[in-house]
């Protein structure tokens, strides 16, 4: 029987108080920070980073869903050809993937794949959201098991258009159609509320305190205190709340509201191995200031305006761009990347093409205070790679300020820029500390 063997959940480095935000652009006041993603983090960098956590001996294909349609064109093609693995896009939505679980679909797929969502909040005054990313591993014999799946199209329009684009829109109605998709899932699938656990992927905490009120024995909701809702990435937060301290033979249900709603039951089967759960200890390593926070949102979260990058020349540049292609001397033995025409140290052109390792150390490194960027400072690193060859780029957050000699670090795909016009984004590696 299939289900899921791994989960990867992932938060950027960054935060802002939530008081500061509400404070910044009006609504309700809330406490705790909020996970944001930075200026070069969008919705397929934290996918990638999630997706990256997964076991890597799992030769799985990744399904990718995306909430950011102009992130979701090119999804398939940048994180396929940086993980070196076939990438199956699902669509748009909290929903998205987890839909594709409680369908006929999976069977296509070989039941051994590998789920990926994100969550971006771009507006402003929802305190409440928090950028994330999540990645579950799917396949045959894993620890949980999906026993059963249920699925209403029905009138649950949480995310409505709008002039502002999709926006959250949870009405007393909506509350109501959900409980009774609840029930109605509850009794399909004889789920026990008062025996098995439950795990709803709330959008609000208003929500939330109604499913309190419906005195369900073992209920875990999204994680307000902490981190927030994360929208599509969500529901595997939940889910791995709410499977702390299962025993083989526990159930739990995962209900996932959206245009409709979902409701998942698995069940953890004694297999000899636990259920992988890689959970983030997030904390605001550094509070972004509210007026540059604004700065971000002013442009989606955008890097400014730079190299106007086609998709012809991406697809082109990929295999060193993307899957870190260089090249081997056959002379000498040196590795450079990017590839060259000629060995960089005795001239030679005879060599063959071969992947430099993702991780290294720092050998050398500046603080650059002059380079356009909307948070500054921007790190400029060398780092000797694994294996040999050596690249320089740019750090991440966490080496902004401080990037020692000798540290480990490992490459992160990121955002550069977007070009002109709002021409195909740039996406490429930047270092950060090894994880």
Same mark, same amino acid.
């Given at each position: 029987?299939?289900?899921?063997?791994?989960?990867?959940?992932?938060?950027?480095?960054?935060?802002?108080?939530?008081?500061?935000?509400?404070?910044?652009?009006?609504?309700?006041?809330?406490?705790?920070?909020?996970?944001?993603?930075?200026?070069?983090?969008?919705?397929?960098?934290?996918?990638?980073?999630?997706?990256?956590?997964?076991?890597?001996?799992?030769?799985?294909?990744?399904?990718?869903?995306?909430?950011?349609?102009?992130?979701?064109?090119?999804?398939?093609?940048?994180?396929?050809?940086?993980?070196?693995?076939?990438?199956?896009?699902?669509?748009?939505?909290?929903?998205?993937?987890?839909?594709?679980?409680?369908?006929?679909?999976?069977?296509?797929?070989?039941?051994?794949?590998?789920?990926?969502?994100?969550?971006?909040?771009?507006?402003? !005054? %929802?305190?409440?959201?928090?950028? &994330? =990313? /999540?990645?579950?591993?799917?396949? #045959?014999? @894993?620890?949980?098991?999906?026993?059963?799946?249920?699925?209403?199209?029905?009138?649950?329009?949480?995310?409505?258009?709008?002039?502002?684009?999709?926006?959250?829109?949870?009405?007393?109605?909506?509350?109501?159609?959900?409980?009774?998709?609840?029930?109605?899932?509850?009794?399909?699938?004889?789920?026990?509320?008062?025996?098995?656990?439950?795990?709803?992927?709330?959008?609000?905490?208003?929500?939330?305190?109604?499913?309190?009120?419906?005195?369900?024995?073992?209920?875990?909701?999204?994680?307000?205190?902490?981190?927030?809702?994360?929208?599509?990435?969500?529901?595997?937060?939940?889910?791995?709340?709410?499977?702390?301290?299962?025993?083989?033979?526990?159930? !739990? %249900?995962?209900?996932?509201?959206? &245009? =409709? /709603?979902?409701?998942?039951?698995? #069940?953890? @089967?004694?297999?000899?191995?636990?259920?992988?759960?890689?959970?983030?200890?997030?904390?605001?390593?550094?509070?972004?200031?509210?007026?540059?926070?604004?700065?971000?949102?002013?442009?989606?979260?955008?890097?400014?305006?730079?190299?106007?990058?086609?998709?012809?020349?991406?697809?082109?540049?990929?295999?060193?761009?993307?899957?870190?292609?260089?090249?081997?001397?056959?002379?000498?033995?040196?590795?450079?990347?990017?590839?060259?025409?000629?060995?960089?140290?005795?001239?030679?052109?005879?060599?063959?093409?071969?992947?430099?390792?993702?991780?290294?150390?720092?050998?050398?490194?500046?603080?650059?205070?002059?380079?356009?960027?909307?948070?500054?400072?921007?790190?400029?690193?060398?780092?000797?790679?694994? =294996?040999?060859?050596?690249?320089?780029?740019?750090?991440?957050?966490?080496?902004?300020?401080?990037?020692?000699?000798?540290?480990?670090?490992?490459?992160?795909?990121?955002?550069?820029?977007?070009?002109?016009?709002?021409?195909?984004?740039?996406?490429?590696?930047?270092?950060?500390?090894?994880?």
């Amino acid at each position: 029987m299939s289900g899921i063997a791994s989960i990867a959940l992932w938060l950027p480095y960054r935060g802002v108080e939530r008081a500061s935000v509400a404070a910044l652009h009006g609504g309700r006041g809330a406490q705790g920070n909020r996970p944001v993603a930075g200026a070069d983090e969008d919705g397929l960098t934290l996918a990638w980073d999630a997706a990256t956590r997964l076991n890597h001996d799992l030769d799985i294909p990744l399904a990718v869903s995306l909430e950011d349609v102009t992130v979701s064109v090119r999804a398939q093609s940048v994180i396929g050809r940086a993980m070196g693995r076939h990438v199956i896009e699902l669509g748009q939505g909290p929903r998205a993937g987890w839909d594709l679980l409680a369908s006929d679909q999976v069977a296509i797929l070989d039941v051994a794949w590998g789920v990926v969502s994100w969550a971006r909040s771009d507006e402003p !005054v %929802a305190t409440w959201h928090a950028d &994330a =990313g /999540a990645a579950i591993a799917w396949r #045959e014999d @894993a620890p949980l098991q999906l026993v059963g799946n249920w699925q209403n199209e029905g009138p649950l329009p949480v995310w409505r258009n709008g002039a502002g684009g999709c926006q959250l829109d949870w009405s007393a109605p909506d509350q109501a159609a959900l409980f009774s998709a609840c029930d109605e899932a509850f009794s399909v699938l004889n789920i026990r509320p008062e025996r098995d656990r439950i795990a709803v992927s709330c959008p609000l905490p208003g929500v939330w305190k109604q499913v309190q009120r419906r005195g369900w024995a073992h209920v875990v909701g999204s994680d307000f205190g902490q981190i927030g809702y994360a929208r599509g990435a969500d529901p595997a937060f939940t889910l791995a709340r709410a499977m702390e301290g299962m025993q083989p033979g526990d159930r !739990v %249900a995962l209900v996932v509201p959206g &245009a =409709g /709603a979902t409701v998942l039951l698995f #069940e953890l @089967a004694d297999t000899g191995q636990p259920v992988q759960i890689l959970m983030p200890r997030w904390q605001a390593a550094r509070a972004i200031p509210p007026g540059r926070w604004a700065a971000f949102r002013r442009r989606d979260g955008h890097i400014q305006s730079g190299v106007e990058m086609s998709s012809s020349l991406g697809w082109r540049e990929a295999s060193w761009q993307l899957e870190r292609m260089g090249f081997r001397c056959a002379a000498c033995g040196e590795l450079s990347w990017p590839a060259q025409q000629n060995c960089i140290v005795c001239g030679q052109r005879e060599g063959r093409r071969e992947p430099v390792a993702a991780t290294g150390t720092v050998f050398t490194g500046t603080i650059d205070h002059l380079h356009p960027s909307l948070d500054p400072p921007t790190s400029m690193i060398v780092a000797d790679l694994d =294996g040999g060859g050596r690249a320089y780029l740019q750090g991440t957050d966490d080496l902004a300020h401080d990037c020692p000699i000798g540290t480990p670090v490992e490459m992160a795909l990121r955002r550069y820029h977007d070009g002109e016009s709002g021409q195909t984004p740039h996406y490429f590696w930047k270092l950060r500390r090894r994880a």
